[in-house]
Nanobody, 113 residues
Framework: QVHLVESGGGAVLPGGSLTLSCAASGRTDSMAWFRQAPGKERNIVASINSVTSNAYYADSVKGRFTISRDNAKNMVFLQMNNLKLEDTATYYC?????????WGQGTQVTVSS
């Protein structure tokens, strides 16, 4: 079992920045961030490989968001720059370990003028 604790959400003006953090209770394989806006499906935002650190980004966030991880601390981060209104959502940390998937409780990001 892996427990995840997210932090870093909040309210920000368009064009602003936020950094999300997720701490896992143990070693993980892949780590990722998803988001879900009200009335919409949960979609992947970014993911990062535990060995190669190769990253994947959804087209909507490429060039604005950066995912990174600290394997020694079992943490994953999402640096979000130039935030847009459409980035408003609940962001969820997601990790895989030994063929099981775990989710964080979610952290709210609100971009509003």
């Amino acid at each position: 079992q892996v427990h995840l604790v997210e932090s870093g959400g909040g309210a920000v003006l368009p064009g602003g920045s936020l950094t999300l953090s997720c701490a896992a209770s143990g070693r993980t394989d892949s780590m990722a961030w998803f988001r879900q806006a009200p009335g919409k499906e949960r979609n992947i935002v970014a993911s990062i490989n535990s060995v190669t650190s190769n990253a994947y980004y959804a087209d909507s966030v490429k060039g604005r968001f950066t995912i990174s991880r600290d394997n020694a601390k079992n943490m994953v981060f999402l640096q979000m720059n130039n935030l847009k209104l459409e980035d408003t959502a609940t962001y969820y940390c997601n990790v895989d370990r030994a063929y099981s998937t775990y989710w964080g409780q979610g952290t709210q990001v609100t971009v509003s003028s």
